[in-house]
């Protein structure tokens, strides 16, 4: 549908342009400060440690079994993206011999704007294993996993941030289709099963049940700004928002439309609990694949997919959605501009014609593709090579990682890692882990930059400077049956 509002123009087209480039610039400011993800994967040849098969769930912990310490199991939070580093939003000024942010000059922004992307995913994440544990059956394994994951993916176009920017004049236009959020918040219930079919092939599957608490996402966006004249600009748009928020409220004028959003307080502790913790009604399921083909005694190619599932979203609902066209000619500041901010406003709720919903929705979850080959030269070292590829946000991220894994001592392993992700070529990762008797604690970490710059004169610290990402895992086990001695028992040992 379209409108054309009867509102007279003065000369103050110039004046909205201009409130529309300041405000942009604060929101992108906003956005390349934004920290956001990537999921460990030096874990994935780390067969020592019984979560690796969290990675392909074909592969089998080196102990008959094992219990992960409650909540301390797994700790993971990861952070990145695939356009801006910490160079990009804090530029070293050769001149000034001091760091500078994006908007310092016309030509720094322009180079921060050229670094962008057609579409910049920003993510992060974090994951509690709860309870974990697993045990050996002859040929098989079977594992156990209860875990909160929270993870958040952000789309934002570089239309967009040169729209901020630069703002808008006549016959430009920008389209911002791919403008989106995908925020989770489920607890994960799952059983993994891997069989050893022969000497040489392993198969695993795991079935994953899945309780929605919380999300956030856009379902369609179709934005179009563009100005035909130097007196108009021209929006049309089309969205559609689903949100699973516990008390959150949308309220809708006499007609329907939606008027206003608030988050309703909780009456109590114990609510909160029930209402987002204890939350089971939005229910969902999922599965994961692997296998692992062993060419020798020494070398091995294995691959795995994660997260083919859904969560349909059914308790606290509401879906946003609506779309037109507005005209916009200003607003005549010799009138009162309250009357005339009211007025605009009117007629937007008029045009874009808003409808609140209620009905259950569904969402998918990111699915990923890992392939690995492995060869283990002797029992001090192995080395591995892994692809990961994610879908998000119907954009296709990739990560290649290197590692080596030396066995220095029974009760000790190290992993040095180097990943090529987000076209950053200086990510180097490292691992402990440390076994003293049944107890076991790892601690990992693959975006340990390599290049730190600190400014003369300045009060601040040494900062990563070319680093776009960021991850930790850490956590505790008890492991049973991998002590070495056994061999002769037909007990595979725990290390070498």
């Known amino acids: 549908m379209q409108y054309k509002p009867n509102l007279k123009s003065t000369n103050n087209m110039e004046s909205i342009k201009f409130f529309f480039r300041i405000s942009g610039i604060i929101v992108f400011t906003f956005i390349t400060h934004v920290v956001s993800g990537q999921q460990n994967n030096s874990l994935y040849f780390l067969d020592r440690v019984p979560q690796s098969i969290q990675l392909n769930p074909a592969l089998q912990p080196s102990c008959k079994f094992y219990f992960g310490f409650p909540a301390l199991s ?21 001149d000034l011999d001091m760091l500078v942010t994006p908007l310092y000059s016309e030509k720094i922004s322009r180079d921060a704007l050229n670094k962008l992307r057609k579409n910049n995913i920003f993510s992060s994440g974090a994951q509690l294993d709860l309870i974990s544990f697993g045990f050996k059956i002859k040929e098989s394994y079977v594992s156990f996993l209860i875990a909160d994951k929270i993870n958040m993916n952000v789309n934002i176009p570089k239309d967009l941030a040169t729209f901020v920017y630069d703002g808008i004049d006549v016959g430009k236009s920008y389209t911002f289709d791919r403008i989106g959020v995908n925020a989770n918040y489920y607890r994960e219930y799952s059983i993994g099963y891997s069989e050893k079919l022969n000497d040489r092939v392993s198969f695993g599957i795991r079935g994953k049940m899945l309780f929605g608490k919380a999300n956030i996402s856009s379902r369609q966006n179709e934005i179009t700004l563009s100005e035909p004249d130097r007196e108009t600009l021209q929006l049309s748009s089309s969205i559609k928002m689903n949100s699973s928020l516990p008390h959150f409220k949308v309220y809708t ?244």
Not at 82 to 92: E, P, Q, T
Request: aromatic share 14%; hydrophobic share 35%.
């Open 253 to 496: 004028d006499p007609s329907g439309k939606p008027d206003s959003t608030d988050f309703e307080d909780f009456d109590d502790g114990e609510a909160f609990v029930e209402d987002l913790f204890l939350l089971t009604k939005n229910k969902g399921f999922a599965f994961d694949l692997g296998f692992q083909y062993n060419i020798d005694d020494r070398s091995a190619l294995s691959a795995s997919i994660l997260d083919l599932g859904y969560i349909n979203w059914k308790t606290n609902v509401n879906t946003l959605s609506g779309g037109g066209d507005y005209y916009f000619h200003g607003v005549n500041f010799n009138n009162d501009s309250t009357d005339e901010a009211e007025a605009i406003l009117d007629t937007l709720k008029d045009v874009y014609d808003m409808t609140v919903a209620n009905d259950p929705y569904s969402t998918l979850l990111n699915p990923k593709l890992y392939v690995g080959y492995s060869y283990s030269p002797n029992r001090f070292f192995k080395f591995g090579l892994l692809s990961r590829s994610e879908l998000i946000l119907k954009t296709l991220r990739q990560q290649f990682t290197g590692s080596i894994t030396m066995y220095p001592a029974q009760i000790l392993s190290a992993t040095v890692s180097y990943t090529v992700a987000n076209r950053m070529y200086d990510n180097l990762g490292v691992s402990l882990t440390l076994r003293t008797g049944p107890f076991q604690m790892y601690f990992m970490s693959e975006r340990i930059p390599l290049f730190w710059y600190k400014v003369k004169g300045d009060n601040i610290p040494f900062i990563p400077y070319y680093a776009k990402d960021v991850n930790f895992r850490m956590g505790i086990n008890f492991v049973f049956g991998a002590n070495p001695r056994r061999k002769l028992m037909k007990d595979q040992p725990f290390l070498e």
């Open 74 to 94: 797994g700790i993971e939070i990861n952070a990145g993206n695939n356009a801006l580093g910490i160079r990009d939003v804090l530029i070293k000024d050769k």
